[in-house]
């Protein structure tokens, strides 16, 4: 046990630990969000098409963050405005957004004069290389986005499952959604550190699916979904230090395995009082 504990010593596991956390909540609030939409695919839209502005960063010399935070605010906005004002389809607009981000980002990686970048951790995650001001950034994010949420809350609910309801009370629908669509890429790029490209989509939906099997209720479901995603986080960090596996593949792997525990717990709840109630 003392050995187990000892790894609390180390700064980096520290950092990590807290990356988990944060990102489990800006996850949470975020995802509930995309999951009640029913945009799944326009987050993975996101995360891919982010792959274009790490590889232009890398060619121009910049924060490869930096370049992912652009091109995923870009992606976001345009796959909105697509849906709203162009004539393509929403699941098209994201497939073309998709792979042209994709693409992008590898000839610009192949293009980049000295050396080859090492893309692992941008898509398979890093969490243990996280620093004091990368968690700092993560803390304001979620600062702002409980603030959002809790001064505009109705707005986004209504522009989220019924907006033209929303636009009968006067409601600035677009303008929400695109507000939604910035905060989305942000969140989803930031969260690229904790789990990586590939694997990022999971965050943001498992945990609220997992929340859903208790509760349908917008406001309940975030926090319910930050505490499974903050569960599932730390045991795939501790699972991945015993086992030495990768951290954000066993972060998922708990994730998912929570929810198919969970899931199969309320099924068979459920039959014993369908059972119950026929005696």
Known sequence: MSEFLSIFEYQFFRNALAAAVLTSVLAAMIGTY????????????????????????????????FGAAVFGVMTALGIEWISKKGKVREDSAIAILWSLGMALGIIFVFMTPGYTPNLMSFLFGSILSVRAPDLIILLVFCLLLIIVFAVFFRPILYTAFDPEFARTKGISVDAYRYLMSVLMAVAIVLSIRTVGIILVLSMFTVPQLTAMLFTRNFARIMPLAALWGISGSVIGLMAAYLLDIPTAAAIIFFLTIQFLIIKLIVIIRDQLRRERFRQ
């Open 34 to 65: 995309i999951v009640s939409r029913k945009i799944v695919f326009i987050g993975g839209g996101i995360t891919h098409a982010s792959f274009g502005g790490i590889g232009l960063a890398f060619y121009l010399g910049l924060n490869p963050f």
